[in-house]
């Protein structure tokens, strides 16, 4: 029997996500632990009159890959890869690890030639931007989140708004609030965020904030655009742990001038942080600003696609710009890094509070 909240999530994913049309085809890729989902997508899609393709590795491929793999082959991008990713109408990307820190070993220089070696392949996807990202529930999310799979499944499809007996409705009201949000965003210059640690200003004069309810990420729940890459000046510290490739840092300071990062330091791992900071020339740089606004995700679980999501944070990603936002910073690195506003933190627009205490004032 599966889950009727996975079935739930094939629909809300294929139909309201997606909206897939007859005759269009969605390439649905995931590790094998993420079956069953990818089975109920297929499902739906076929419903829909639409055509699913499938990407399925198996869940320890990267682990054998870096294991095994040779300067060519960290390069090598497929040319199967391409067309699947050239013929699709829709990607829908399933997170479904079992190990977390799999690659927690992998030098960073090894994990930076891969990713620069397949920039050309997400370009390719995010121009058309016809993506969504999900996860399916393990142990692995479990562990990290310090609950039971029934406790984390239970969490994880709340923050989806899969326990409420009309979900899509759940995703319009949300893109109701946060139209809200982005009235008082529209036309800004100066972003002002403050915090302990924190006073770091950045403009995103002529750049246009995107509101995220369900489309792309599921769960979602934020508000974000790219900020002018030479705008920021001083220093955060980002609240929580960030995860990249199976690598844990912990308690990430950055200093800021003329939108470039002076220095980087961290508790545990700032030889990784730093290295990726010097992936490429765009790694230095900010390539997002995105205010998270979903306030059924109550706690930091070590998972960025939820906890950069936490209703009263903001999270900053170095690296890559989505073009759409008007951002213009090229690098092969997206890093998501949250700060926690919820104690004592404020967030102004020109000068006039947004947010404080992780409550908005709108």
Known sequence: MVDPRVSRLARVLVRFSRGVKRGQT??????????????????EVLRAGGHPMYRMAPNESAEVFYAEAGPAQLKFVSKSAMAAA????????????????SLSQVPPKKQATVQTARKKLSDLVLRKNEWTLTLFPTQAYAQDAAMSLEEFGDFAFAAMSLDKRDPVAEWKKAKAFQEKVLRRLRGADEIHIVTDGTDLRLSVKGRKFISCFGSHNMPDGEVFTGPVET?????????????????????????????????????????FLKQMV?????ACKLGELGIGTNFGITRFIKNILFDEKIGGS?????????????????????????????????????????????????
């Open 26 to 43: 969605v390439l649905v890729a995931g590790p094998t632990a993420a079956e069953p989902l990818m089975l109920e997508i297929a499902r």
């Open 278 to 282: 010097r992936m490429d020339a765009g």
């Open 231 to 271: 705008s920021a000046e001083g220093h955060i510290r980002f609240t929580y742990p960030v995860c990249y490739h199976g690598n844990e840092v912990e308690d990430v300071r950055l200093e800021f001038e003329k939108g470039r990062v002076v220095k980087a330091s961290a508790a545990k791992n700032e030889a």
């Open 314 to 362: 903001v999270h900053l990603a170095l690296g890559r710009s989505y073009e759409e936002t008007g951002g213009r910073n090229k690098s092969a690195l997206h890093w998501d890094m949250i700060c926690d506003l919820r104690a004592g933190g404020c967030l102004e627009v020109d000068g006039k509070i947004l947010q404080a205490d992780g409550r908005f004032r709108l």
């Open 86 to 101: 050239r013929e699709a109408d829709h990607y829908i990307n399933i997170l479904a690890e079992t190990n977390t820190r």
